[in-house]
């Protein structure tokens, strides 16, 4: 294969990327290997409920339009994400609930009115959507986030009923981190999807976000784990996928680092049920690594000026296992 696109074609998965709107409109080079590689985006952060509704009743859809239409300028599908999270809310809902001026009966219909609005804004544009993000621990307890506390552990299910009203094609998803490899929270995650299932409740995947680095044990599991999922009749995907590493950058740790990304694209190929991988972010020069963990980074298939590394051949060169 010549590119991504390629080779995710010859497999017939989708390979996407995340993306930063401000980049894709600013850098000609960013917006050009975006397009090349990739059959299928998700916004980094432009379709967070911060970014849509930053003041009450205020809608800001420019970023998530923007890519929302480049999408559709060159053939991508889109992943939504993400629909329900405890991170960047806007500041009037957070407080407003701490405030207890917004109660749980108020605070119900604007999760309500939030999903509607926004899925039915993208409708038949959005192949999938990440409905609710992170919302088991890792020591497989709920998230006590504000929907849990306020509205109870129904909130899950109203919101997947909520999201299939507003587009009944858009495949439904639950997301989260660590779901590699955490057995507290894959037992948790299944369990939830079950219950979920045995209600009617309309949940037709799970996303494996993928942020691993090469300073841990690569989740050697993985593909059993998505196979646990798809025997409830999900389809998976990996959703947010890099491979970080402590800084400096050598030759030696970017091909343990290739080593990563070929693992996890085999092992999304080897279960039939797995139908993308999307990276989180393609280059160096925007990643969300080195703010969060300071002294690591290089987390990317492409360096700061775009140039392929080790990774990024290793994935050109993986076969089907299927
Ligand atoms: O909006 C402000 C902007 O006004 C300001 O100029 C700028 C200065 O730092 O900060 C901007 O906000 C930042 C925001 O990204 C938008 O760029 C926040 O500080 C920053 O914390 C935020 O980080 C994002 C993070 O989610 C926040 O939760 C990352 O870019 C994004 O990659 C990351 O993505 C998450 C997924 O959604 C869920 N899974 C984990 C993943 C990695 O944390």
Redesign the pocket.
């Known amino acids: 294969p010549r590119d991504l696109r390629q080779l995710a074609q010859q497999h017939g998965i989708k390979i996407g990327s995340?993306v930063d709107i401000a980049a894709l409109r600013a850098e000609a080079d960013y917006h050009k290997t975006l397009n090349r590689e990739f059959s299928h985006v998700t916004a980094?952060?432009a379709m967070?409920w911060e970014s849509v509704e930053p003041e009450r009743g205020v809608f800001t859809w420019a970023d998530a339009d923007a890519l929302v239409d480049s999408a559709r300028r060159n053939r991508q599908q889109v992943r939504g994400?993400?629909l329900v999270w405890h991170?960047?809310l806007p500041a009037w809902l957070t407080a407003g609930v701490a405030d207890g001026s917004i109660d749980a009966g108020e605070l119900r219909s604007i999760l309500r009115d939030h999903i509607t609005t926004q899925v039915r804004r993208y409708k038949g544009k959005i192949r999938a959507w990440d409905v609710v993000?992170?919302v088991v621990q890792d020591d497989g307890t709920m998230r006590p986030s504000i929907w849990l506390t306020h509205l109870g552990p129904g909130y899950i299910a109203d919101a997947f009923r909520w999201a299939h009203r507003a587009d009944p094609r858009a495949k439904l998803y639950i997301n989260d981190?660590n779901l590699e490899w955490n057995a507290p929270k894959i037992e948790t995650t299944l369990a939830l999807v079950k219950g979920l299932q045995a209600q009617g409740v309309p949940i037709h995947g799970a996303g494996f976000?993928g942020?691993l680095g090469i300073q841990y044990d690569y989740p050697g599991d993985w593909a059993n784990v998505m196979r646990r999922f798809a025997d409830l009749g999900l389809e998976v995907a990996v959703t947010?996928l890099d491979v970080r590493m402590e800084l400096p950058v050598t030759a030696e740790k970017l091909a343990e680092q290739a080593g990563y990304y070929s693992r996890a694209l085999t092992d999304c190929l080897s279960v039939r049920a797995c139908r993308e991988l999307t990276v989180?972010g393609f280059t160096d020069r925007h990643s969300?690594v080195p703010?969060?963990f300071p002294g690591q980074g290089s987390a990317c298939l492409f360096d700061e000026n775009l140039a392929p590394k080790p990774a990024y051949q290793a994935l050109l060169a993986v076969r089907s296992p299927r």
Do not use: D, F, I, S
């Open positions: 995340a980094e952060n967070k994400h993400t991170n960047q993000n992170e981190y976000q942020h947010e989180w969300w703010g969060w």
